[in-house]
């Protein structure tokens, strides 16, 4: 076999620069690059170029071509490289992704992460998928973004399920509903110890807390909360115990009666992080009924974010929140950040700024006196 002739090194960082500049901010992303390097990667590149390939972006009119491209007898050092993978299906989906997704699991024995992204209500999307877990069984973190599962909340677990190596799981404005009370029989997966999500909280945490045994999650990140979420946070609160070690909770909406202390954190005794953004009107009254339940000894961060207007933060009951964060149950906590959501003020944003640094910390003085208030 003849050897192809050598390329100089300086030409192949040239190709690869030029490409990335211009390629590598668009929907294509590192596809473009990838074409590219099948001109120069005889010669290949140093090890320190490999960053490039770290994420892979396919839609339904590149899935295909990619896997030639990966087939390739030149590509290979690639494969080693890409860790996270990006599908952008639509409804035009190419009928012979499923096969193509299968190939693709032989190849991508390193990818980590898996970002899927679809046309919203549109459900066939787990049937295509339906071997994606399996033939992926590397995949440790997975995020769905923008999906509707109307009234057939039961074909979910299965799909998650399928990734046996799953440690973290994000689903971003992800709408779920279900009128069936039963829960899903699929388990979890074992080695779970994350969960982000937007909507569905009440069906995703019956089914973790549901299952036998239930599965507790040392991280947890409830965005966009409502009413109807409650019950189902507080009794998953309960059963995960002291399991949960970092717990961000997002309350969007006002609750009838103002009853927050239903976030019992009693149980949560192995709690070291804790994030409170509440966006409603009575957010102080909030925030101090539920940090009164905390009883974590091993507490050590605390983040509050709270709304309201400049005028009306004036007059919000800045001292029950400063006696409740002086609790000797939160004497363990060693940074405090409180921040206050942005709203339209009339105010220009350096006299926002200004309100927020100062004039919290002089209606917290307990918690500036520690030290501890950023």
């Not at 290979?76 to 639509?90: D, Q, W």
């Not at 779970?192 to 239930?214: A, D, R, Y």
């Not at 409502?226 to 019950?231: G, P, Q, T, Y």
């Not at 983040?303 to 005028?311: A, C, E, S, T």
Request: charged letters at 25%; a neutral charge; glycine letters at 4%.
């Amino acid at each position: 076999m003849t050897l192809p002739p050598e390329i100089p090194q300086e030409l192949v960082d040239l190709v690869l620069d030029f490409v990335s500049s211009r390629k590598s901010r668009r929907t294509t992303e590192r596809f473009s690059t990838l074409a590219a390097c099948t001109l120069v990667c005889r010669c290949w590149t140093r090890s320190s170029r490999l960053h490039m390939f770290y994420r892979i972006t396919l839609t339904e009119a590149n899935t295909g071509r990619f896997h030639a491209l990966l087939e390739s007898p030149h590509t290979t050092i690639i494969l080693s490289a890409i860790r996270e993978i990006v599908f952008k299906i639509s409804r035009n989906v190419d009928p012979h992704l499923e096969g193509v997704v299968k190939a693709l699991g032989t190849l991508l024995t390193g990818a980590k992460r898996c970002w899927i992204r679809s046309d919203p209500q549109w459900e066939p999307i787990f049937e295509l998928l339906s071997g994606l877990g399996t033939s992926f069984p590397s995949i440790q973190h997975l995020c769905m973004h923008q999906f509707m599962v109307e009234d057939n909340f039961c074909i979910l677990p299965p799909f998650i399920s399928s990734f046996n190596a799953l440690k973290s799981l994000e689903l971003a404005l992800f709408t779920v509903s279900s009128n069936t009370p039963d829960l899903p029989s699929s388990l979890p997966p074992p080695e779970m110890t994350s969960l982000t999500i937007t909507n569905g909280k009440s069906e995703m945490l019956n089914w973790l807390g549901g299952v036998s045994p239930p599965l507790l999650l040392p991280t947890l990140v409830l965005y966009d909360t409502e009413e109807e979420d409650f019950l189902a946070i507080a009794a998953y609160l309960k059963i995960a115990g002291t399991a949960i070690h970092s717990l961000t909770l997002h309350i969007r909406r006002q609750f009838d009666g103002g009853n927050y202390d239903i976030f019992d954190l009693g149980l949560n005794t192995g709690l070291r992080y804790l994030e409170l953004v509440v966006l409603v009107d009575d957010a102080i009254p909030a925030l101090v009924a539920i940090l009164g339940t905390v009883r974590a000894e091993g507490l050590e961060e605390i983040k509050m974010i709270i709304r309201g207007r400049l005028d009306d933060l004036e007059n919000c009951p800045w001292d029950d929140l400063d006696r409740a964060l002086e609790s000797s149950l939160l004497r363990s906590v060693r940074r405090f950040r409180v921040r206050r959501a942005k709203t339209r003020d009339s105010m220009p944003m350096d006299c926002r700024k200004t309100w927020r640094m100062r004039q919290i910390k002089e209606r917290l003085p307990f918690s500036y006196a520690r030290g501890v208030l950023a």
